[in-house]
């Protein structure tokens, strides 16, 4: 079967992780995935490219279409899927108008009640659908990674240039950990040699925390994050943050590195705090966390190795390819037979 993926770019973070990274292992089970550009214009969305009709499903990913757009495009996908990993409904957590968003609102549920199958992140993007698009089919697949493209840290006792702490995102997430800028403030204070890599494609300069601006590379991003001792993950606590999927997270723990992170959304579920790292909330309890770990190399081995133990076993590539596979088996073949 023929799959199309309508996406920004092929590079775009969400295709990389959520569809591309299947291809070898669907190919191997009959499915053929394409990516086409999705069109920017008015007159490229209302002749959407007519080679969607041949294929057997249409998987557009995570963008809201205007009505009219999603209308055009139902005549010609086959079979549309919707295959998303935030609250697109609302807008982001740093946004001035606050998050409630009534365009966005509608564009969703006219986008989901529209489809023939929604693949959500989480359970909270999934409760989502079933609230706005009660009869539309809906399954939750996690964001996945490959961990045998993520080196292990080594975890060595030589902290001769202190306890070495790793965040990884962009410049749009970067706005949570400038949120965050007390907190960090008061680790670089409690925490003798502590400083922040930061893998990113814009810096953050602190006053009491020391920080490691580096440019954030495809091919660099796992060894960087593997000669790190503690990977960290803020987030506010509002339901944007509740959508996100917790990818930063997941890299962490592919590597090998114990993570410290507050309670929101998905991360409540990765960290398992005491066996894959720490789940903390205030200033007090982030600063313990750091000064535990950073003086105990054993424990950063142990929670590292559990951490990457549960991606091996729940958020793999070959875990999350089963579960699409499974949903396309379930939804899709049934209806290509009875054509």
């Known amino acids: 079967m023929h799959l199309v993926a309508l996406v920004e770019s092929e590079e775009h973070v969400c295709y990389r992780y959520r569809l591309k990274a299947f291809q070898g292992l669907w190919a191997a089970a009959g499915y053929r995935l394409s990516w086409y550009r999705l069109p920017r214009g008015w007159w490229g969305r209302w002749f959407w490219d007519p080679r969607l009709c041949q294929a057997d499903a249409v998987i557009l990913q995570r963008k809201l279409l205007p009505s009219w757009a999603v209308h ?17 409904w609302l807008r982001d957590s740093y946004a001035r108008e606050g ?4 365009r966005r609102r509608r564009r969703f549920a006219t986008l989901v ?6 693949v959500a992140g989480n359970a909270f993007l999934a409760a989502a659908v079933r609230h706005f698009a009660p009869s539309t089919p809906v399954v939750v697949i996690p964001t996945s990674v490959d961990p045998s493209l993520y080196p292990l840290a080594r975890h060595e006792a030589d902290l001769s240039e202190g306890i070495r702490l790793v965040w990884i995102g962009s410049r749009s997430t970067l706005q949570g950990l400038v949120r965050f800028r007390e907190t960090l403030e008061q680790i670089g204070q409690a925490v003798p040699g502590v400083r922040l890599r930061l ?5 953050l300069v602190l006053r009491h925390l020391p920080v490691d601006f580096v440019p954030w590379r495809a091919e660099t991003e796992a060894a960087v ?3 790190a001792d503690i990977g960290i993950s803020w987030l506010p606590m509002d339901d944007w943050s509740r959508g996100k999927c917790g990818l930063k997270v997941l890299q962490y723990q592919a590597a090998g590195l114990p993570v410290v992170a507050n309670p ?3 991360q409540a579920e990765m960290v398992r705090s005491g066996q894959t790292g720490y789940l903390v909330q205030s200033s007090e309890e982030w600063v313990d966390a750091i000064r535990v770990l950073g003086q105990d190399q054993e424990l950063r081995r142990q929670m590292g190795r559990a951490g990457r133990r549960q991606v091996e076993q729940h ?5 999350a ?5 499974s949903a396309l088996a379930t939804w899709l073949v049934p209806l290509r037979q009875a054509s």
């Not at 998050?99 to 009534?102: F, G, K, S």
């Not at 009640?113 to 929604?118: A, I, K, N, T, Y």
């Not at 958020?315 to 875990?319: A, H």
């Open 199 to 203: 893998i990113c494609d814009q810096p």
């Open 72 to 88: 055009r495009l139902r005549r010609y996908a086959r079979f549309l899927i919707y295959d998303f990993d935030d609250a697109l």
């Open 315 to 319: 958020y793999s590539v070959e875990v």
């Open 113 to 118: 009640r529209m489809c023939d199958l929604v």
């Open 321 to 325: 390819s089963q579960q699409w596979l």
């Open 99 to 102: 998050l409630e968003d009534r």
């Open 264 to 266: 929101v959304g998905v």
């Open 225 to 227: 994050l593997a000669s």
